[in-house]
């Protein structure tokens, strides 16, 4: 007798868009403050907030 697959996705298992949001956002919070992420962060634009956002979408497709 098979088992039903799981009901929860591993999306979700992570904590869902939420925790993948704070996660991001963390993210980009020390990449703007760490000195060794500043070669880095000079190639994103000065407002983070779409980067943040295609990463979020990124990580979530």
Known sequence: MNSPLPS??????????????????????LMDTLPE???VRKMHPRDL?????????FLSG
């Open 49 to 57: 907030a779409g980067s943040e956002e295609k990463l979020f979408m």
């Open 8 to 29: 929860v996705t591993p999306y979700e298992l992570l904590g869902g868009a939420a925790a993948l949001r704070r996660l991001v956002r963390r993210f980009y919070e």
């Open 37 to 39: 992420a500043y070669g």
